[in-house]
């Protein structure tokens, strides 16, 4: 907020800037934390919002939990603003500690791309906005010794060292990781590798849309490939294509990455069968709201067909007794 209201102070055409503080009521301190960041906006000439999370905390997951209020917040507030963009200060830290969580519980390609520099809102049903991470190379450190030099009062949020939490555990490892040379810096250069190579696997899978399933696709149209010419693809981007298809048709977001390499996986055994058989049977599989079919000459996904519920009606011998009152 400091940063952003020097910055708007030095344009000519400067933007109308809204401070938002969201208090999760998960701490007692909030409240008054909240009132300290508005005390600072008001002299730093910016309007202030605290909006609260209300209702019941779940007892597990609860910073997930709170990260998606967080968003939903942000982009309802900015929606009654009339804004379009929302800033926050996710540092190179940030990108770092999003980088090892990511690692460990096996994300693909395009989860190690991190945090992004200028993104959608990361919840669903959220009203649209962007947003933008302006201090995503920077390091935490930096960012405390520049409040300290400006003499700008800040607090240090306890949940951010409790070892009950992931991310928590994952700072005080990057103490360690850093002292063999896999500093935040090191992980942020990493992120920004990857994401060269995303970059360039999304143009592949845009290439092999093209080629092989090509024309607007419309809700409700079984999509379809040559199947010999889909297996033949490199693997990441059939798996990919696969997910994309899948995503569409279904409706649903899209399988987990597990679920989808299995799906691949099977499909990429059969391909033999598809070139040698001549008595191929085709194969039939429902993921993520979407029937995905492989038959001899074509690959199929569309819209998973609605289950169909069988009732059976039984005669109950029971006497009912209706009664009359007043």
């Known amino acids: 907020m400091w940063l952003a209201a020097r910055w708007r102070n030095a344009l000519k055409k400067p933007p109308k800037l809204v401070a938002v503080t969201i208090d999760h009521g998960l701490r007692k301190e909030s409240a008054k934390e909240a009132r300290a960041v508005a005390r600072l906006a008001k002299s730093l000439n910016v309007e202030h919002v605290t909006l609260r999370w209300k209702g019941r905390k779940p007892k597990t997951g609860i910073q997930e939990a ?27 830290d940030d ?15 395009s989860g190690l791309v991190g945090i ?55 700072r005080k490892l990057m103490r360690l990781l850093g002292q063999e040379g896999l500093t935040a810096e090191r992980l942020g250069k990493f992120a920004k590798r990857v994401g060269r190579v995303e970059e360039a696997l999304f143009a592949a899978v845009n290439d092999a849309q093209l080629a092989l399933c090509p024309g607007l696709w419309s809700q409700g149209v079984p999509l379809s490939a040559n199947a010999e010419a889909f297996l033949a693809l490199p693997h990441e981007i059939g798996l990919r294509l696969l997910g994309r298809m899948i995503a569409f048709a279904g409706q649903q ?3 987990e990455l597990a679920q989808l ?40 996904v569309e819209r998973e067909p609605p289950r169909r519920v069988v009732r059976k009606l039984r005669k109950s011998k029971r006497k009912v007794r209706f009664t009359t009152a007043g």
Do not use: C
């Open 66 to 92: 709170a990260r998606n209020a967080r968003y939903r917040l942000l982009s309802e507030e900015a929606h009654r603003k009339n804004a379009m963009h929302i800033l926050t200060a996710h540092t190179l």
């Open 95 to 109: 990108q770092a500690e999003t980088v090892l969580f990511r690692l460990a519980r096996g994300s693909g390609v």
């Open 116 to 170: 992004r520099w200028f993104d959608g809102m990361p919840v669903k049903d959220a009203r649209p906005a962007h947003l933008v991470r302006p201090l995503l190379d920077v390091l935490k450190a930096r960012l405390i010794a520049t409040l300290k030099a400006a003499k700008v009062d800040y607090v240090v949020d306890p949940s951010n060292s409790d070892p009950r939490f992931t991310r928590p555990r994952l």
């Open 253 to 255: 977001g899209g399988p």
């Open 261 to 300: 390499e299995t799906l691949y996986s099977e499909l990429r055994s059969l391909s033999e069968a598809i070139v040698w058989s001549s008595d191929f049977s085709p194969l039939r599989r429902n993921v993520a709201g979407a029937l995905v079919t492989l038959s001899s000459t074509k690959l199929t």
